[in-house]
């Protein structure tokens, strides 16, 4: 049973030893972590809840509920705080027992079982095919996934989505633009520049020209390959293959096209125009808002020279992804869309939905800085900045192929989708504790370097402790970050309710900052993890060490390293084994 619910019971169980059980099933209480760690583990408002209900003062059902503590196998010691309040200490064993359900379930611990949730469709990303993925579309890509990941690690049944807006007059522009490159003329005035429309241009003169005779052929053929790509290009390496190099997959990529070929928008007209949602004036065809809408202004859907506006394929849309049944549409959007939101709203109910079954996400813009000055245009692109080159210049100055990648995420995950993130590469670029995500993932591959120095001189981790072993783990700072392992499920639940990866990026901050913490102050106490090599040299030292305790202290290990990763499995970012020590740090394990 999780911590969290085993000190409820205790808890339950103890008020209905004080007479008070009958109360406690109607009344809301919480147990929380006090604000300062010298009170307690937890503390409750238990008392301050019942007092009403059961016409005793707070303090006086505070006293008897911590009396009938005395008894309780999990609540080692409490005591009264204040008006009611109830400051809790946890029986070691209780923390040494969720340290062993860490180790029984791995880096599945937290998650719940798959497929036990909602069915929710995440749609982001969805920029228009007519360039590469821009820094500010990786924001959207990053804070999607890792939405997804959440909702995933919760149990739901995740689907994840791109829209692409292969149809309209952004299409046509990229068309005419790429004519213009191949006869050296600038494009149209709302067309589009920068090096890569020359390159696309010249790969589909070589690989497709007859495209070129037909502009809507020639846009299909454009899309097609600024989706998949120009192999061998560094200008050109294609969306999805970005996104892949990203760490972003998709289940569906559907075309905005498709719902005109199919029909699908003629079909969700006939529907609004029968429930009234429809009226031509002005030689348009008008879309009218829901009675009580907060926004009640008509949108056109069909232009008075007959074609759709966009507005019209957005509607059907909706009405394609609610009809494959799925319980929820999160859609992640920048904060530019918030004047689409009311709109987009009245069309799902419309469409004779709950409207909170449509869930936007907003999230807000991306800067990009370079020692010290704003990074404001492309060296390949020309007139943006690519997600792919920042990645690779990260990687190179890495050595290896995914820093980036790392980088990017944690970064853009280290402020709430409500924030500005401000992307310093060069600070990302660093091998140094400065550098957030490097402290981070040093932080795990610590904890690989100390198991592995632990088995090479046969000391390995064990996942399974007999109590008396587990008994050795009295360190104060082992039983608080024992707690901290056992906050994870909560943080998980939490997150995924509220869409908000950045907790699980604090989360393992904070994890390795209090590893550390606890690693610099074991060793000023003389009271290493592992014995060193003076004391191994010593003859007969075996007798003199306290084995017991170096098995629970690796087994501690393991399971923060388990619970370590798994967080960072939620926002994407890798976990090495193995990093290069930073020019900062001493007496490493590697």
């Known amino acids: 049973m999780p911590l969290a619910d085993r000190v409820r019971d205790a808890i339950t169980s103890a008020l209905e030893s004080a007479g008070l059980g009958e109360h406690v099933e109607h009344v809301a209480w919480s147990i929380d972590r006090p604000k300062r760690a010298e009170h307690g583990d937890l503390a409750t408002n238990a008392a301050m809840a019942l007092a009403k209900r059961a016409g005793k ?13 005395a008894k309780s196998d999990v609540v080692a010691s409490a005591d009264v705080a204040g008006p009611g309040f109830v400051n809790l200490r946890l029986h ?72 692409i807006n292969d149809r309209g007059n952004q299409v046509r522009m990229l068309a005419e633009s790429v004519r213009a490159a191949l006869e050296n003329r600038e494009p149209p005035e709302e067309g589009y520049k920068g090096a890569y429309v020359a390159e696309l241009a010249s790969h589909i003169r070589e690989t497709a020209p007859g495209a070129l005779d037909d502009v809507e052929t020639l846009g299909r053929v454009a899309v097609t390959a600024m989706l998949r790509g120009i192999p061998g290009s560094a200008t050109l390496p294609g969306i999805r293959p970005s996104l892949a190099d990203l760490r ?35 030689g348009a065809l008008f879309f009218k808002a829901p009675e009580g809408a907060t926004e009640d202004k008509d949108r056109v859907v069909r232009k008075s020279d007959g074609t759709w506006a966009y507005f019209a394929s957005d509607i059907a849309y909706f009405a394609d992804k609610l009809g494959r049944g799925y319980d929820r549409l999160v859609y992640v959007l920048g904060a530019d869309h918030h004047g689409t939101l009311p709109r987009l709203k009245n069309a799902v109910v419309a469409l004779g939905q709950p409207v ?39 990687d190179d100055a890495a050595g290896r192929k995914g820093a980036g990648a790392d980088a990017l995420r ?47 001189i046969g000391l390995e981790a064990r996942r399974h402790l007999p109590a008396a072993d587990w008994a050795k783990l009295a360190h104060p700072d082992e039983l608080a970050m024992a707690h ?25 901050q904070e994890l390795a900052r209090d590893f550390q913490s606890y690693f610099t102050r074991l060793k000023g106490e003389s009271d290493p993890i592992l014995p060193p090599d003076a004391v ?40 090495p084994e193995r990093m290069d020590r930073p020019p900062t740090e001493e007496g490493a394990e590697d």
């Open 57 to 69: 003062p707070p303090r006086a059902i505070a006293e008897s509920l911590v009396g009938a503590l």
């Open 92 to 163: 070691p064993s209780v923390f040494h027992d969720e340290l062993a359900a860490i180790l029984r379930a791995g880096r599945n611990y937290g998650r719940a079982p798959a497929a036990t949730g909602e069915r929710v469709n995440v749609e982001f990303v969805s920029a228009n095919p007519t360039g590469p993925v821009t820094v500010a579309s990786g924001r959207n890509a990053i804070l999607g996934d890792s939405i997804a990941r959440l909702l995933e690690a919760t149990g739901c049944r995740v689907t994840r989505e791109y829209y």
């Open 248 to 282: 972003v997959r998709f289940d569906v990529w559907f075309s905005e096209e498709s719902l005109h070929r199919w029909g699908a928008v003629d079909v969700v007209m006939r529907q609004l125009d029968a429930g009234g949602f429809l009226e031509h004036k002005e």
């Open 356 to 394: 909170e079954r449509f869930e936007p996400i907003l999230y807000q813009l991306v800067f990009i800085t370079k020692d010290g000055a704003p990074v404001k245009s492309s060296k390949r692109a020309g007139n943006v900045i690519t997600i792919d080159e920042v990645m690779d210049e990260i």
């Open 410 to 456: 944690f970064f853009f995950l280290s402020r709430t989708a409500n924030s500005n993130v401000e992307f310093d590469i060069e600070l990302a670029k660093k091998k140094s504790l400065d550098n957030p995500v490097f402290y981070v993932q040093y932080g795990h591959a610590r904890l690989c370097s100390i198991l592995r120095k632990a088995g090479a």
């Open 484 to 508: 901290k392992l056992a906050d994870f499920p909560g943080l998980v639940s939490e997150a995924a309710r509220l869409r908000e990866p950045h907790r699980a990026v604090f989360y393992v």
């Open 536 to 575: 191994r040299a010593e003859a007969g030292w075996e007798a003199r060490w306290d084995f017991g305790k170096t098995r629970a202290r690796l087994a501690w290990i393991e399971a923060i390293r388990d619970v370590y990763a798994a967080a960072l499995e939620l926002v994407g970012v890798t976990a």
